[in-house]
């Protein structure tokens, strides 16, 4: 039968009639030309860049750009897209504008490619030595539409969003003579060098495209500098701008601690890859937060009180340690796969659990070894990061390696369920693998070795070089063994592709400590969550709420979960009382001593309904427990260096 129904069917499509009526088969389009390939060869002539700051109130950068041309032809020009630092494809295309060519006074059109949209084709006439570029950044001007840079007292200046380049080559060998005209009366920030400084207009030294987009300014009203190393071998330089004068004023112990810092770093890593380094700190709940690494600057944003509220804010004070680090690790050292000749190749990101994973751990070091945070604050900090991995359950199909990709995959959007899906776990996990690391060299070498050595050997090579020197898996794991003889690849892997259950503790239990839960926060704990002006009841019935009430985080299968909640609703009721946060606390106490599940009104959209949740253990919040009896390493570790 089979036999009959084939002979049939073909027949049939051989059929004339049939044959006009068989499905179209449409063939794809040719692509258009390439972009040109980059080369590593000098770009003939420096690119002029001006840009007006001066346009407060509607927050627009006007630009002029002139590119010298090597003559006529079609030439292609480029908008930063994949950014150094945000691991992804995330230039700011949208907010590019009114951009308009001209040569030789004639305006000349340009095409966007349809298949990479950074990317604008023109053709250079005969006889043009140059070509003009006019156009404006339109900076967010609410925290919806992106990133805030432009307040009335303070702005951000990102080289990557006000300036295109050429491709055919690398950046590093298209040079740029940057200038700016800020408002009156501002002072500003940043790595670059000055030239002059004329009716207005700063100009700055020629560097290449790649140092210019990697020495961003911070420039404001309220500006103050200070010295971090003075009289050091290289200067160093703390760039303040506040939202009022009064936020610049520091006690002399803090600036003390920020010069520890300094000294610290030194200590651990032996060489510095920088010829000056200048900190940009914006105190402000105004401008954007940010915290971006640069080989010889950082980006960033902490609260206003940052040095007025001193002891609120230790959850925010690991941020300019970390950053710091990256210049060693991130910039000078870099993973091979993430370096790019251009920022249109695109960066892969396998490494990111080093980049960023071992940089997190140093932050909390540095921090606490410089006076920035205290022991205390440090210990509180790994018992919150402990604890938050250990319930992040989507490890059970995402091993903590592929979240390297997250950047690209998520962007750093709002998810449903982040302990299912997971996010950028690679930072905080991946600091718990490297005091997992760091107290197993310790415990295999009695002491005398530690992830000290490590940094040294790996990042302290070449002082004085602020180039970039690439390294892989491999140069990381031998590198280990140089320190401390061990099946280094096979223990790094098995944290990379791990499925738990729960996060590596190791470096907790060696370190002298046991991770455990009581019923009132830590001070830590307690100040995190009013930095981020919520309420933090994941290790009980699995809730994260802001002020509100609204629902900010579930923790996956736990309590909440299981009972039906899940982010965007919003909390209305308590036992039949109306929502506050010290209610819902007191009603996880009291549901400890009975059989009753707390009961809970909770609105979703325009629907309200209640919820009952059957949880009886009380309050929990995370800290580190001392084991007697055992070496206290992380008492060693988190010690400063002399």
């Given at each position: 039968?089979?036999?009959?129904?084939?002979?049939?069917?073909?027949?049939?499509?051989?059929?004339?009639?049939?044959?006009?009526?068989?499905?179209?088969?449409?063939?794809?389009?040719?692509?258009?030309?390439?972009?040109?390939?980059?080369?590593?060869?000098?770009?003939?002539?420096?690119?002029?860049?001006?840009?007006?700051?001066t346009d407060l109130e509607r927050r627009i950068?006007?630009?002029?750009?002139?590119?010298?041309?090597?003559?006529?032809?079609?030439?292609?020009?480029?908008?930063?897209?994949?950014?150094?630092?945000?691991?992804?494809?995330?230039?700011?295309?949208?907010?590019?504008?009114?951009?308009?060519?001209?040569?030789?006074?004639?305006?000349?059109?340009?095409?966007?490619?349809?298949?990479?949209?950074?990317?604008?084709?023109?053709?250079?006439?005969?006889?043009?030595?140059?070509?003009?570029?006019?156009?404006?950044?339109?900076?967010?001007?609410?925290?919806?539409?992106?990133?805030?840079?432009?307040?009335?007292?303070?702005?951000?200046?990102?080289?990557?969003?006000?300036?295109?380049?050429?491709?055919?080559?690398?950046?590093?060998?298209?040079?740029?003579?940057?200038?700016?005209?800020?408002?009156?009366?501002?002072?500003?920030?940043?790595?670059?060098?000055?030239?002059?400084?004329?009716?207005?207009?700063?100009?700055?030294?020629?560097?290449?495209?790649?140092?210019?987009?990697?020495?961003?300014?911070?420039?404001?009203?309220?500006?103050?500098?200070?010295?971090?190393?003075?009289?050091?071998?290289?200067?160093?330089?703390?760039?303040?701008?506040?939202?009022?004068?009064?936020?610049?004023?520091?006690?002399?112990?803090?600036?003390?601690?920020?010069?520890?810092?300094?000294?610290?770093?030194?200590?651990?890593?032996?060489?510095?890859?920088?010829?000056?380094y200048d900190f940009l700190l914006a105190l402000?709940?105004?401008?954007?937060?940010?915290?971006?690494?640069?080989?010889?600057?950082?980006?960033?944003?902490?609260?206003?009180?940052?040095?007025?509220?001193?002891?609120?804010?230790?959850?925010?004070?690991?941020?300019?340690?970390?950053?710091?680090?990256?210049?060693?690790?991130?910039?000078?050292?870099?993973?091979?796969?993430?370096?790019?000749?251009?920022?249109?190749?695109?960066?892969?990101?396998?490494?990111?659990?080093?980049?960023?994973?071992?940089?997190?751990?140093?932050?909390?070091?540095?921090?606490?070894?410089?006076?920035?945070?205290?022991?205390?604050?440090?210990?509180?900090?790994?018992?919150?990061?402990?604890?938050?991995?250990?319930?992040?359950?989507?490890?059970?199909?995402?091993?903590?390696?592929?979240?390297?990709?997250?950047?690209?995959?998520?962007?750093?959007?709002?998810?449903?369920?982040?302990?299912?899906?997971?996010?950028?776990?690679?930072?905080?996990?991946?600091?718990?693998?490297?005091?997992?690391?760091d107290t197993l060299i310790r415990e295999k070498?009695?002491?005398?070795?530690?992830?000290?050595?490590?940094?040294?050997?790996?990042?302290?090579?070449?002082?004085?070089?602020?180039?970039?020197?690439?390294?892989?898996?491999?140069?990381?794991?031998?590198?280990?063994?140089?320190?401390?003889?061990?099946?280094?690849?096979?223990?790094?892997?098995?944290?990379?592709?791990?499925?738990?259950?729960?996060?590596?503790?190791?470096?907790?239990?060696?370190?002298?400590?046991?991770?455990?839960?009581?019923?009132?926060?830590?001070?830590?704990?307690?100040?995190?969550?009013?930095?981020?002006?919520?309420?933090?009841?994941?290790?009980?019935?699995?809730?994260?709420?802001?002020?509100?009430?609204?629902?900010?985080?579930?923790?996956?299968?736990?309590?909440?979960?299981?009972?039906?909640?899940?982010?965007?609703?919003?909390?209305?009721?308590?036992?039949?009382?109306?929502?506050?946060?010290?209610?819902?606390?007191?009603?996880?106490?009291?549901?400890?001593?009975?059989?009753?599940?707390?009961?809970?009104?909770?609105?979703?959209?325009?629907?309200?309904?209640?919820?009952?949740?059957?949880?009886?253990?009380?309050?929990?919040?995370?800290?580190?427990?001392?084991?007697?009896?055992?070496?206290?390493?992380?008492?060693?570790?988190?010690?400063?260096?002399?």
């Amino acid at each position: 039968m089979r036999s009959v129904v084939v002979a049939l069917g073909a027949l049939l499509l051989s059929s004339p009639a049939l044959a006009q009526v068989a499905p179209s088969a449409p063939q794809p389009l040719p692509f258009p030309a390439p972009i040109p390939a980059p080369k590593d060869q000098p770009y003939p002539g420096v690119i002029r860049l001006s840009v007006d700051a001066t346009d407060l109130e509607r927050r627009i950068f006007r630009v002029r750009e002139t590119i010298p041309v090597a003559g006529p032809g079609p030439m292609t020009l480029l908008y930063p897209e994949w950014l150094p630092g945000n691991h992804a494809p995330r230039g700011p295309i949208k907010d590019l504008a009114g951009l308009t060519v001209f040569a030789g006074g004639q305006r000349l059109e340009w095409r966007r490619d349809p298949v990479d949209v950074y990317a604008f084709h023109i053709e250079v006439p005969e006889g043009a030595a140059e070509v003009q570029l006019e156009f404006q950044f339109l900076s967010p001007t609410a925290g919806d539409q992106g990133r805030v840079v432009v307040t009335p007292e303070m702005l951000n200046l990102q080289w990557n969003q006000v300036a295109l380049y050429p491709a055919g080559w690398f950046t590093r060998q298209i040079q740029v003579e940057p200038s700016v005209r800020l408002p009156a009366g501002w002072s500003f920030g940043a790595a670059l060098e000055t030239a002059s400084s004329a009716d207005g207009v700063t100009t700055f030294k020629p560097v290449s495209f790649e140092s210019l987009v990697d020495s961003p300014m911070f420039a404001g009203r309220y500006y103050k500098r200070v010295e971090l190393d003075p009289g050091g071998r290289s200067r160093v330089s703390l760039n303040i701008v506040a939202d009022v004068p009064e936020n610049l004023e520091a006690k002399p112990e803090q600036i003390a601690a920020h010069r520890a810092l300094v000294v610290q770093a030194d200590r651990l890593f032996g060489a510095r890859h920088y010829d000056h380094y200048d900190f940009l700190l914006a105190l402000t709940d105004r401008m954007g937060g940010i915290g971006l690494e640069h080989h010889r600057s950082s980006e960033n944003g902490v609260p206003p009180e940052y040095f007025t509220g001193w002891d609120k804010l230790a959850p925010r004070r690991d941020l300019l340690p970390h950053e710091y680090t990256h210049s060693w690790n991130g910039k000078f050292r870099r993973p091979a796969d993430l370096w790019t000749p251009t920022y249109s190749v695109p960066m892969r990101t396998s490494l990111l659990w080093v980049y960023e994973g071992q940089t997190q751990y140093w932050g909390y070091v540095l921090g606490a070894r410089s006076g920035l945070l205290s022991r205390q604050d440090a210990l509180d900090a790994i018992a919150l990061t402990a604890a938050a991995y250990d319930v992040r359950v989507g490890r059970a199909w995402r091993a903590m390696g592929d979240t390297v990709n997250d950047p690209i995959i998520a962007a750093r959007r709002p998810i449903p369920w982040t302990s299912w899906q997971r996010s950028e776990d690679y930072y905080s996990e991946g600091e718990l693998v490297w005091l997992d690391v760091d107290t197993l060299i310790r415990e295999k070498t009695g002491g005398r070795r530690s992830l000290d050595d490590f940094a040294r050997a790996f990042f302290g090579k070449a002082d004085g070089d602020w180039g970039v020197l690439p390294y892989d898996f491999d140069e990381v794991v031998a590198t280990l063994n140089a320190v401390v003889p061990h099946d280094w690849a096979g223990f790094l892997k098995a944290r990379l592709e791990g499925h738990g259950p729960g996060a590596p503790l190791d470096g907790v239990s060696r370190g002298g400590y046991r991770l455990v839960y009581a019923e009132e926060p830590t001070s830590y704990f307690r100040d995190n969550e009013a930095l981020r002006k919520q309420t933090d009841l994941t290790y009980s019935i699995g809730l994260v709420l802001n002020r509100e009430g609204e629902i900010r985080a579930v923790q996956w299968d736990g309590p909440a979960f299981k009972a039906g909640l899940a982010v965007g609703a919003k909390l209305i009721a308590v036992d039949g009382v109306a929502f506050e946060t010290e209610r819902l606390k007191g009603a996880i106490t009291a549901a400890k001593g009975r059989a009753e599940p707390i009961s809970l009104i909770v609105k979703s959209g325009d629907h309200f309904r209640t919820v009952q949740i059957p949880y009886h253990d009380g309050l929990r919040y995370p800290r580190l427990e001392r084991v007697p009896g055992t070496p206290d390493r992380l008492a060693d570790i988190l010690a400063p260096r002399k």
